[in-house]
């Protein structure tokens, strides 16, 4: 069992930036492929960027350029930088390998003035 616990989600004005983070725990000897997905209201959760233990990185397109994910050994990293309002969603921390998938509780963000 792996435990995924997050931070850092919050109320930002649109421009800002916000800072998540992401510490797994439990058997994590084998974890790979760490990531951030989102989902908000009445939309369907979706990919934002993900990040391999070679570091390999891979990001939506709507947040490239905007949005940095980064990794230390087990905690992953979301900066986030000029927000908008449509950025606003409950962002959800992912680790996979093989057939071992875990979700962590997810934290909102919400880009308002």
């Known amino acids: 069992q792996v435990q995924l616990v997050e931070s850092g989600g919050g109320l930002v004005q649109p421009g800002g930036s916000l800072r998540l983070s992401c510490a797994a725990s439990?058997?994590?000897?084998?974890?790979?492929?760490m990531g951030w997905y989102r989902q908000a209201p009445g939309k369907e959760r979706e990919l934002v960027a993900t990040?391999?233990?070679?570091?390999s990185t891979n990001y939506a397109d709507s947040v490239k350029g905007r949005f940095t994910i980064s990794r230390d050994k087990n905690t992953v990293y979301l900066q986030m930088n000029s927000l908008k309002r449509e950025d606003t969603a409950v962002y959800y921390c992912?680790?996979?390998?093989?057939?071992?998938?875990?979700w962590g509780q997810g934290t909102q963000v919400t880009v308002s003035s």
């Open positions: 992912r680790c996979y390998w093989g057939a071992e998938n875990y």
């Open positions: 439990g058997s994590i000897f084998s974890i790979n492929t």
């Open positions: 990040i391999t233990s070679a570091g």
